[in-house]
């Protein structure tokens, strides 16, 4: 599919379900995908609330992204934050670096620093817009566009599910949409800072998320079901239309 298909693809994509699901929220990571629909959101002059979670362990370059994006976009783009009497009590307990010790200390970090966040962004919301795609990792691999999102009571929408790393950047050049330069030192997925690294030639785009994981596990939690499981289960009772799309 060429990049104008991929374009008309996820704009009908994003009017449908903000047609059928409002209100809606999109979460930005501040990544390449997301500066994609954070752009697309403009030209097609939708109403959505914008947000992103600040860990309190962002690199500069995100921080300097997010500014960026305000003075380009011209729209307020939500800041969250932990909660700080319960992320002090962790760091006193555990270290600030406990997420290197054990995969249930780097889950309960990520539960402080984004899953509880991100709940309080949600709240009375029916759509969540996410930039995850197919093509990112191993647990992305089967990504729907459209899912149920248990964990939070809405759906979860994907409208750059089926888009390859070239179509991304592809459209980022195409309409000089800014981005972080940490994706240009060899970061193409970037978190918090402690927990990413650059990749390597043939790896995978998140092999540079807790990289001393094992690939099964490099998920926070955000995209996961209360099981642990990447949620791919789509809505039932979806119009035509919009299920058609969503494959």
Same mark, same amino acid.
């Given at each position: 599919?060429?990049?104008?298909?991929?374009?008309?693809?996820?704009?009908?994509?994003?009017?449908?379900? /903000?047609?059928?699901?409002?209100?809606?929220?999109?979460?930005?990571? $501040? !990544?390449?995908?997301?500066?994609?629909?954070?752009?697309?959101? +403009?030209?097609?002059?939708?109403?959505?609330?914008?947000?992103? %979670?600040?860990?309190?362990?962002?690199?500069?370059?995100? +921080?300097?992204? $997010?500014?960026?994006?305000?003075?380009?976009?011209?729209?307020?783009?939500?800041? /969250?934050?932990?909660?700080?009497?319960? %992320?002090?009590?962790?760091?006193?307990? +555990? !270290? =600030?670096?406990?997420?290197?010790?054990? @995969?249930?200390?780097?889950?309960?970090?990520? *539960?402080?620093?984004? $899953?509880?966040? %991100?709940?309080?962004?949600?709240? !009375?919301?029916?759509?969540? @817009?996410?930039?995850?795609?197919?093509?990112?990792?191993?647990?992305?691999?089967?990504?729907?566009?459209?899912? *149920?999102?248990?964990?939070?009571?809405?759906?979860?929408?994907?409208?750059?599910?089926?888009? =390859? =790393?070239?179509?991304?950047?592809?459209?980022?050049?195409?309409? #000089?949409?800014?981005?972080?330069?940490?994706?240009?030192?060899?970061?193409? =997925?970037?978190?918090?800072?402690?927990?990413?690294?650059?990749?390597?030639?043939?790896? #995978?785009?998140?092999?540079?998320?807790?990289?001393?994981?094992?690939? *099964?596990?490099?998920?926070?939690?955000? +995209?996961?079901?209360?099981? !642990?499981?990447?949620?791919?289960?789509?809505?039932?009772?979806?119009?035509?239309?919009?299920?058609? @799309?969503?494959?």
């Amino acid at each position: 599919m060429n990049l104008d298909l991929h374009i008309a693809q996820a704009s009908e994509r994003l009017r449908g379900a /903000l047609d059928a699901h409002a209100p809606a929220a999109f979460a930005s990571s $501040l !990544g390449a995908e997301d500066m994609v629909i954070l752009d697309l959101l +403009h030209r097609l002059a939708l109403d959505v609330e914008v947000f992103t %979670l600040d860990t309190g362990r962002l690199p500069e370059e995100t +921080h300097a992204l $997010l500014a960026q994006a305000r003075r380009r976009y011209a729209r307020p783009i939500r800041v /969250l934050y932990p909660e700080a009497a319960a %992320l002090e009590a962790f760091v006193a307990e +555990h !270290g =600030s670096n406990a997420f290197y010790a054990s @995969i249930a200390l780097r889950k309960r970090c990520c *539960e402080l620093r984004k $899953l509880e966040p %991100l709940r309080r962004a949600l709240r !009375g919301k029916r759509l969540w @817009i996410t930039g995850l795609r197919r093509e990112q990792s191993v647990t992305r691999a089967d990504v729907p566009v459209l899912a *149920e999102e248990a964990a939070n009571g809405l759906l979860k929408h994907n409208p750059l599910a089926d888009w =390859s =790393s070239a179509d991304v950047w592809a459209y980022v050049e195409r309409f #000089d949409v800014p981005t972080n330069v940490l994706h240009q030192r060899g970061f193409p =997925s970037i978190g918090c800072a402690p927990c990413t690294r650059a990749v390597a030639p043939g790896e #995978d785009e998140r092999a540079g998320r807790w990289w001393w994981e094992q690939p *099964e596990s490099r998920e926070c939690g955000l +995209h996961v079901d209360p099981q !642990g499981r990447l949620v791919r289960t789509r809505p039932a009772g979806s119009t035509a239309p919009f299920t058609r @799309i969503a494959t």
